[in-house]
Each structure stands twice: as C-alpha cells, then as structure tokens.
C-alpha cells in the first residue's frame, strides 16, 4: 500500500491495487518486542495531499489480520487522514471503503464505478454497483463480458493507448473503467471452460480466452442497472476433470436457466461435434 503525506500533484494512471494492507510495528509499553499493528488504507492513505488519479482499480485489498481468516472485511480500502487533501478521481473502480476523519478540502469524481456510495447521490456521472471482474480473489480484474459497466469511460482522461496488460485501451465506444480493458466487442451467449488454457487473459467468451474452472463459468454473471441478473444461456467444457474443491461438501451449484455441455475438444464450434467417449 502507499501513504501520501505532504505530497502535491500526485499522479497514478492505469494502477491496480489487489492484496495489500496496512500495518505498522509498535513497541508495547514494558516491552522490547515489537508487534505488527492494523493500520488504516489498505490501498492508500492521503495526508495532507493533492493529486489526480485516471483509470485506476481499487481492488480486493484486505488487512493482514484477515489474509488467513478467509475474510473478506476490509473496513477502510482509502484512508484519508488529518490535513487538506483534495483528490479528483476519473474513470476509477473501487470495491471497498473511504474513510477517515478529514473533512478539509474536496474529493471529486468522474465516471467512477464504486460498491460504497461516492460522490454526489443520483449523479449520472458515477454509479454505486459493484463492477463485475473475471476472478477478484485470484487478481484477475478482467471485466466480465456481461458488465453494463464496459465503455463507462471518458477518453479526456485515457493518456495510454495500451491498459495494464499490454492491450489496446479502447476497444468498442469508449474505454472501460479502472486499469483492464475488455478485448472484445459483441454480444454473446456463452462462455467457454478449458481447464489446460495457458493464455494469459481469460474472459471465457472464446476457447482461446476461456475460464480454467468450470466454477468461473458459473460465477459469470453480471447486474443490469435495475439489479437484474444477466446470464450466459450457455457453458461449454472441454474435456477434463474439474473439481469443486478441497472439501468433501464443497459442490457446484448450477444456475437455474442455463445450459451446461461437456465433451468439447478445444476449438469445436458444434453441438454434434461433442464426444461422448471424452470425459469432462
């Protein structure tokens, strides 16, 4: 994580924060023995600081007394300390909280997708939802295909031609909010679940991009703006073995609706061409 203190202009562009927390060592009163204490900002921490931050993903970061807990709580993603800060925000994704006792200066946002409420209520230039990702626990901040998030951007603020990960910035009307674009363009009504994929981004719209669990597949599913969810018609699977977990009761819980077919060899693109002799 980072901690600004009496810094002017910052500047971050095209970031991703995903795994930190904040922490500190403190020696207790009667002791020599320091212990790790919790801060707050698991991100970032602002102290009497301005800048400006463009397409940044304010990820899953938790603090380190939740890392082996299985938790996801995370009371503070931002901390805004004592001091002036005023920070302006654009084409910003956060899953997480801002806190802190500042009330000096001003934060702005601009075409900003956030779970917390941000900002002004009813703004049209910013959404409170909760932007949907490939896989958040596993880092993978790809936007799900079905994100009625994609293209929320405005362009005035994209200064790369290329996101986080190499790739083309803009790819359909405009470019999609946080740090990782979505490479596709078209609507679609399946994913695609291929257990030995090696490529580097799974969107799971091709078998080229396709997920590496057959769990992934089920998790694929967005909310529209009127909180209705937004579902593949269609899973297809290549031949493999998935399993659902480490446990015993750990289970797959199918999606009411929506179709699941194995037997695939990579890159079929029929139904008659499924196998049944290959397992999945």
Known sequence: AFYFSSCNNILMDTNVFHGNYASYLSIPQNSTTPIDITGNG?????????????????????????????????????????????????????LGTQTGPNSQGSKTYYR??????IGVSGDPNNRWAEMEFV??????????????????????????TTDINGNPRVVGTSADPGAVEFQHIGTYNRVYVDNSNTSAIKDGVSWGGSFNTFQEALSCKCKDLQGNTILPAEVWVAQGTYKTGK???????????????????????LLTQRDSTLLT
């Open 112 to 117: 900003c997708i956030s779970s917390s409420p």
């Open 42 to 94: 698991d991100a970032v921490c602002f102290n009497n600081s301005t800048g400006i931050i463009n397409n940044v993903t304010f990820g899953n970061n938790t603090l380190k007394k939740y890392l082996n807990s299985g938790s996801s709580v995370s009371p503070s993603l931002i901390y805004y300390a004592q001091g002036t800060v005023n920070l302006t925000y654009n084409n910003c994704v956060f």
């Open 135 to 160: 896989n958040v626990a596993k880092g993978n901040y790809t936007p799900r295909y079905c994100s009625v998030h994609l293209n929320f951007s405005d362009l005035t603020f994209v200064s790369s």
């Open 247 to 269: 446990d015993e009761y750990d289970s797959f819980f199918l999606n009411n609706g929506q179709k699941v077919y194995g037997g695939f060899k990579t890159g079929d693109t």
